[in-house]
Nanobody, 123 residues
Framework: QVQLVESGGGLVQAGGSLRLSCAAS????????MGWYRQPLGKQRELVAS???????NYEDSLNGRFTISRDNAKNAVYLQMNSLKPEDTAVYYC?????????????????WGQGTQVTVSS
């Protein structure tokens, strides 16, 4: 069983910073990519950023460089450094990982999600 455990959410004032962490446990052939999504109240879940095991990153366009995703492959962990936070960044943030496992002779990909961590930015 694969588990993703997130930490680091909380309440912060506008302009402040938070760092989210997510650690994966279990067994797999590969863990790639890992990423962060967010879901504001009453809205759809959206991609924030993703990162491959090789370090290639992808960010949601409107972030304008305020967030930085990183990962530690040895720890099976992904991080999201969030700076210059705005009230519109308020959401539940979810870690996602794509796992490749062997099913007999075939590799199969599965998406796993963390439980979510609340980030609230006050104005």
């Amino acid at each position: 069983q694969v588990q993703l455990v997130e930490s680091g959410g909380g309440l912060v004032q506008a302009g402040g910073s938070l760092r989210l962490s997510c650690a994966a446990s279990g067994s797999w052939f590969s863990l790639d990519p890992m990423g962060w999504y967010r879901q504001p109240l009453g809205k759809q879940r959206e991609l924030v950023a993703s990162i491959t095991s090789g370090g290639s990153t992808n960010y949601e366009d409107s972030l304008n460089g305020r967030f930085t995703i990183s990962r530690d492959n040895a720890k099976n962990a992904v991080y999201l450094q969030m700076n210059s936070l705005k009230p519109e960044d308020t959401a539940v943030y979810y870690c996602k990982a794509t796992i490749t496992q062997w099913q007999g002779m075939s590799p199969r990909k599965y998406d796993y999600w963390g439980q979510g961590t609340q980030v609230t930015v006050s104005s």
